[in-house]
């Protein structure tokens, strides 16, 4: 069936039998029927217009919980309202992009979020000055506050071309990009996704990636409204505290269709090796979605063969490409296909190159896997810098255009578009009608499936004394050891290596604090390389690293961090801070410290604060909050803070 808005579409799925479920917890699970969410958003909806808006208005959403999110994004397609979706973080940082949001679409937005992430985006020290006038409290509605949601609203005519929501990138220090999408496009793309994943009213999805993320939302929720099949939200915190119920959800709720990002593989197996797992079956699962960030071969075999033995399909693993501007898909492989794996030699892979395939993996080569070929509706292209199209086997940048390609993007700088083709800012090319994508032109940073952009995070670290733009450069390079993304920090240094010490753990403190991402290196260099018009070369820094240049100098800074470990007075702990230290040492088992050591100053992530988090939560239950290892970032600080609360072991 062919719909021309998502509206159409819900309110003709209505009257299926499919249902989506919520899994905030392994006992907490809510199903409701593709009928009560279409009446529930329509309540919504009447909230939504007493408050007094209408359609072309814009709602920021910056919520927690899957099932509010749900909820008033339906309502806002109803209302021909415009919802932009904002991920709900830790840190300062994510509360600043609230506010370049706001701004960025002409501080008239309205916000709809609860009292707890109102309160702290009120407290933000970062959006103080933006505080004072927006957002105003009339432009505000809380979600915690809503209490009837039995009135309909008025619906709304909606058109293919209105927009169904703005989709932002990952800036938080600048003005981040809105991605426009219209209901014209992200219907093309779901039905494109329909046609080359082979689905059916009989699958069942289930994947735990947030919904401000254009794979959640539109893969694993719009898409199954829209296609017919029910699904299941799992909340990503839950996933990251209990990685192995992924697997054993998907197995209770006979899941046919999986998805996620490498680092969601990694953190499975790493739990999975650690614990183990009985009782579960997969036989199920035909497709597992693997994308939003470069995808690891290692990582695909590592976990389908760990699966392999509750009956997970060899062939499930799906690899794809894809991106916001696309409305999410670009190319899918073929169905119950051998992973297409090249392994190409690194120095073929520079723009303009034609890339060296060999018959084995070795030192010099890369293993790439196939992304397949354009779904449905969308074509795409491998040029040069100048914009002549590419042969096959050629390496240069990917463009793409159709029906399901954003028109408009907010705070373009004008390099997007070249004529009706789209710039993804990615590079790859075309071999045996396959797609191979080789990184990012731009030197995006991928890390935990979300994008950084450098210059945001050098802004950031340029805070700290000593440090200025021009003379640090960030890079994002595929570890030697497993695939997966580390990022690295250059500093222009000529100093004794003892000196610099203290500012390897600030560059590595201010990155955690405010970004909640691990730095892996921070390595002193005599100087940032630059090209002629002044830009930083990061990628001339990225291959000098994984040439091994800067091997001998870190060694060196090891030594000295040895020699200071060695020089610390440990304190006698008590019961509490070894219960807190063991709780840590299994959360970081690669990591030096002592009690006394800041857990972001050491490189702690957002991974594994929070299963930090959830074995603290196990000992202590219902005592601390995430954000209470921020604020109290040593063993010894949270051992005294259980203190005083009555905690005792």
């Not at 058109?159 to 990952?170: H, L, T």
């Amino acid at each position: 069936m062919h719909f021309q808005t998502l509206t159409e579409a819900l309110s003709c799925r209505r009257s299926e039998v499919r249902s989506v479920s919520f899994i905030d917890g392994q006992e907490n699970e809510k199903c409701i029927s593709f009928e009560a969410l279409y009446q529930r958003a329509l309540g919504l909806l009447h909230v939504l217009q007493q408050q007094g808006m209408r359609k072309g208005d814009h709602l920021i959403m910056f919520l927690n919980d899957n099932r509010q999110f749900v909820d008033v994004f339906w309502a806002c397609q109803f209302g021909g309202i415009i919802p932009v979706p904002l991920a709900v973080g830790i840190s300062d940082q994510h509360r600043q992009k609230v506010f370049n949001v706001a701004e960025q679409l002409g501080g008239a937005a309205y916000l709809y979020t609860d009292r707890k992430n109102l309160n702290r985006l009120r407290s933000s020290t970062t959006g103080k000055d933006q505080g004072s006038h927006w957002p105003q409290p009339q432009h505000v509605l809380l979600s915690d506050e809503v209490q009837d949601i039995t009135i309909p609203g008025e619906m709304v005519e909606v058109g293919p071309q209105d927009v169904a929501f703005i989709q932002f990138s990952s800036g938080s220090t600048g003005s981040p990009k809105g991605v426009v999408l219209k209901h014209r496009n992200l219907i093309a793309n779901i039905e494109g996704i329909r046609e080359c994943a082979a689905m059916s009213p009989e699958d069942v999805s289930l994947c735990w990636m947030p919904l401000t993320h254009d794979m959640g939302l539109i893969g694993f929720h719009l898409s199954p409204v829209v296609n017919n099949y029910s699904h299941c939200i799992m909340r990503t915190d839950l996933f990251v505290r209990r990685p192995l119920y992924w697997m054993e959800a998907a197995s209770e709720k006979k899941a046919s269709m999986l998805g996620s990002p490498n680092f969601g593989f990694k953190h499975f197996l790493k739990a999975f090796n650690r614990k183990g797992m009985e009782g579960i079956d997969l036989s199920q699962v035909r497709l597992i979605f693997n994308g939003a960030e470069p995808i690891s071969v290692s990582l695909c075999r590592q976990f389908t063969d760990a699966m392999a033995r509750f009956r997970l399909p060899a062939r499930s693993m799906f690899p794809v490409y894809g991106l916001a501007e696309a409305s999410l898909a670009v190319s899918f492989p073929a169905i119950n296909a051998d992973l297409d794996i090249l392994h190409v030699q690194r120095d073929s892979l520079s723009i303009d190159a034609d890339v060296h395939v060999c018959a084995q993996p070795a030192q010099d080569t890369v293993s790439l896997v196939s992304v397949g070929k354009p779904v449905t509706h969308c074509k795409v292209q491998i040029v040069d810098h100048q914009g002549t199209v590419q042969p096959k086997g050629r390496v240069g940048h990917i463009q793409i255009r159709g029906i399901n390609v954003t028109e408009k993007v907010l705070g373009d700088d004008g390099s997007l578009y070249s004529g009706d083709w789209l710039n993804t800012g990615d590079l790859g090319f075309v071999l045996h009608e396959a797609l191979y994508i080789t990184g990012r032109y731009k030197e995006v940073l991928f890390v935990h499936g979300q994008n950084y952009y450098p210059h945001d995070l050098e802004e950031v670290l340029c805070t700290i004394e000593g440090l200025e733009l021009g003379k640090v450069a960030l890079a994002g390079v595929s570890s030697r050891q497993d695939g997966v993304e580390e990022v690295l920090v250059f500093v222009a240094y000529k100093g004794a290596l003892p000196d610099f010490l203290p500012t390897c753990l600030q560059v590595k403190s201010t990155v955690s604090e405010n970004f909640s991402i691990e730095v892996r290196h921070v390595i002193p260099v005599s100087r940032i390389p630059k090209t002629t018009s002044g830009k930083i070369q990061r990628s001339a820094l990225a291959e000098e690293y994984l040439a091994g240049e800067y091997d001998g100098v870190l060694s060196q800074l090891a030594v000295e961090l040895d020699k200071q470990d060695t020089g610390r007075v440990q304190v006698q702990e008590d019961g509490i801070e070894n219960a807190v230290l063991a709780v840590c040492r299994e959360a970081l088992p690669d990591k030096r410290f002592t009690v006394h050591d800041s857990l972001l100053e050491i490189g702690a992530d957002s991974l594994a604060l929070v299963e930090i988090h959830s074995g603290l939560d196990d000992l202590f239950p219902d005592t601390l909050a995430i954000t209470d290892l921020v604020d109290h970032p040593s063993i010894a600080q949270l051992a005294a803070f259980l203190k005083s609360r009555g905690s005792v072991v």
